[in-house]
């Protein structure tokens, strides 16, 4: 019921903020007594299904970007193998404190940006140009290595370079991030697997709570306004990072 559980909040978190879930999976599953690896790993299989929902969710109103996915996952694919080998080179608890800084980090941000910009112009209405191919690369290729590190999706990280860095509406990034979060979980989870980090018997009701859930959280994103979503988005990473970050520091 536990694991249940925590599908379901990483399946409503994923459909709303964009994400594949890992990176609230992982602290949640260690908070609840998982080996710190397993913990990290054991989600990965759950990112595909989950953000499949997820996508359905923004794809129904037109707030996905297939090219800007497209060439982000040219990067990301191949960085996501070579940041999960890297994981043989450190143990699980400073990737652990290393997950809950980086949404410390994204969650103060988000939160911060917020209070301090206007509200975005309608989401659907038509994407900015489309971004250098190289950046792109350059953006997956960074967030693969670090989404195979830490066994996480990469939208946490994708949603506010999107954002900050392309200007997409908030939404539309949002969309665009479950798409490339979906592709860069194969391959994390292939090597994670034969790495031994992945508790198969975990799964099951991880993705009974999670993927109904993230359908549901896509549908109620798509009808917030922008600004309430940063808000919530930032407020709820920053108060449970900084949660996880004490459980974890006070051993």
Not at 94 to 120: D, H, K, Y
Request: net charge positive; charged share 10%.
């Amino acid at each position: 019921m536990e694991i249940l559980l925590i599908g379901a909040v990483v399946g409503l978190s994923s459909g709303l903020f964009g994400i594949g879930g890992s990176v609230l999976a992982t602290p949640l599953l260690r908070l609840s007594g998982i080996e710190p690896l397993l913990a990290l790993a054991t989600p990965l299989p759950g990112i595909l299904p989950t953000a499949l929902a997820g996508i359905a969710a923004y794809w129904r109103r037109r707030l996905v970007d297939w090219r800007t996915s497209a060439w982000i996952l040219l990067g990301g694919l191949p960085g996501t193998v070579v940041g999960a080998l890297l994981t043989r080179l450190t143990g699980g608890q400073p990737l652990m404190i290393a997950t809950g800084a980086l949404l410390l980090a994204v969650g103060v941000r988000f939160l911060w940006e917020s209070w301090n910009t206007p509200e975005q112009p309608t989401d659907t209405a038509e994407s900015p140009p489309l971004p250098s191919h190289p950046k792109l690369v350059g953006l997956g290729l960074g967030t693969g290595l670090l989404s195979g590190l830490l066994a996480i999706g990469g939208g946490f990280i994708l949603v506010p370079a999107l954002t900050f860095g392309f200007r997409l509406p908030l939404k539309r990034a949002l969309g665009t991030s479950l798409v490339c979060v979906a592709g860069m979980a194969l391959p994390g989870t292939l090597v994670h697997a034969w790495l031994g980090h992945i508790a198969p018997q975990l799964l099951l009701p991880f993705l009974l709570g999670s993927v109904p859930l993230a359908y549901a959280g896509g549908a109620l994103a798509t009808m917030m306004p922008s600004r309430t979503l940063r808000r919530l988005y930032g407020a709820s990473l920053t108060g449970f990072a900084m949660f996880f970050l004490w459980t974890q520091l006070r051993g």
